[in-house]
């Protein structure tokens, strides 16, 4: 069966420190890959998406930016991290876009 | 393009009470509906889907859905709900393309008090 996983689950963070997180997912080839923010008592706003390797959409301009190294590898990074950059945060999968994505379990990011 | 309202942000109820989170979608083609539940902390969890059939969409955690096309709404209801069902609900939307994406609601809050 196919498993998605994000870590760290928990970040704290001082402002104009770099960020990483990490998405894998495992028991799938080719998925559509997803980084999405939602802050304290808001919706999901779409923040990057992978059709495939190397292959990064981004829906807002940011401090934030993806990359996908491997298949099923998706990584979110800062070089410098802002206070509105808090919130939590979620990486998804879909083998065909138009179908349900499944969700890791989220990063709280808190910065100082 | 697609788009989806959730009228309701917070929704209060009592135990065994029924509920109907409302949903409406606006599409110029054919498209896919989905409903999440997100527990605390928590990603989004996969609650029903409505992708051809059947308007009545049954899903977990006893929800159902119905897919009204003439009122372009996807309303999520259940007969009778527990504490457990507290929590913040989503619906989205879809094209029916290959390269459509999932269009998600700002949410709804349901608050269940004994």
């Known amino acids: 069966s196919q498993t998605i996983h994000q870590w760290p689950a928990t970040l704290v963070q001082p402002v104009g420190s770099p960020l990483s997180l990490e998405c894998t997912v495992e028991?799938?080839?080719?998925?559509?890959l997803y980084w999405y923010r939602q802050a304290a008592g808001r919706g999901l706003q779409l923040l990057f998406y992978s059709v495939g390797i190397g292959q990064i959409s981004s829906e807002v301009p940011q401090n934030l930016s993806a990359s996908r190294p491997q298949d099923r590898q998706f990584i979110l990074s800062s070089k410098k991290l802002l206070l509105s950059d808090s919130g939590f945060y979620l990486c998804?999968?879909?083998?065909?876009?138009?179908?349900?994505?499944?969700f890791g379990d989220g990063t709280r990011l808190s910065i100082l | 393009a697609q788009s989806v309202t959730q009228l309701d942000s917070q929704v209060p109820v009592f135990e065994e009470a029924p509920v109907e989170l409302r949903c409406n979608y606006s599409s110029s083609v054919s498209v896919y509906l989905f409903w999440y539940v997100q527990y605390p902390n928590q990603g989004l969890q996969l609650l029903l889907k409505y992708l051809s059939g059947s308007t009545l969409v049954k899903g977990i955690n006893g929800f159902e859905a119905e897919f009204n096309k003439s009122q372009t709404s996807f309303h999520l209801r259940k007969p009778s709900v527990h504490i457990s069902d507290t929590a913040e609900y989503f619906c989205?939307?879809?094209?029916?393309?290959?390269?459509?994406?999932?269009?998600f609601g700002t949410g709804t809050r349901l608050q269940v008090f004994p």
């Open positions: 028991g799938t080839s080719n998925p559509n």
């Open positions: 989205a939307v879809s094209g029916r393309g290959l390269t459509d994406k999932l269009i």
């Open positions: 998804a999968w879909n083998s065909l876009s138009n179908q349900p994505q499944h």
